[in-house]
């Protein structure tokens, strides 16, 4: 009975997750025509996927089952792209540099997760991180426990709407 009420928990996050992309292509959208070095953390390969294509950036995606990922990563270092979105491929293990903008449409159980794609933006001069939750769920307690001890200057939350 646990590993199918796990199981349920898990597709009940990719669910909520996967409501968020409309969200989360209007922010990228707006920092997209701002010029601004982003790294978008996906809840889902299809959320990836389809925000490259809703954003015309099909170049920019990276999950396990994309090819030359490597070549998309030198790219972005080497800022011939501004904007890059990825599941969880991205939150250790890459040199990633001169991010201004991280956007987490879906949290994680893991605070150590949540503080890796967080640190991936911090780096930056003035960074901030856009968060999106949905209130009155698991979401909205995770947040806030993650967030704890963090200075909220860099942090803009994004209540959505979970009656859609």
């Known amino acids: 009975f646990k590993n199918q009420w796990l199981q349920w ?3 009940r996050k990719r669910f909520l997750g996967e409501l968020k992309t409309k969200y989360a292509s209007s922010l990228c959208y707006v920092l997209k025509e701002k010029n601004k070095r982003f790294i978008c953390f996906c ?10 294509k809703i954003l ?3 170049n920019n995606i990276i999950h396990s089952k994309k090819q030359k990922t490597q070549d998309i990563i030198n790219k972005f270092n080497s800022k ?16 990633l540099n001169n991010i ?20 991936r933006v911090m780096r ?13 769920t698991r979401d909205e307690e995770y947040l806030n426990k993650a967030i704890e001890g963090i200075d909220k200057k860099y942090i803009k939350v994004y209540e959505t709407n979970n009656r859609q």
């Open 80 to 95: 011939e792209l501004n904007e890059l979105y990825c599941v969880s491929m991205l939150v250790e293990g890459q040199n």
């Open 100 to 119: 201004e903008a991280g956007v987490i449409v879906q949290l994680d159980g893991e605070e150590r997760v949540f503080l890796q794609k967080f640190g």
């Open 9 to 11: 928990g898990n597709k």
């Open 124 to 136: 930056a001069d003035s960074p901030v991180q856009y968060i999106f939750y949905y209130k009155g």
């Open 56 to 58: 015309k950036s099909k």
């Open 43 to 52: 809840s889902s390969i299809n959320q990836a996927e389809e925000l490259g």
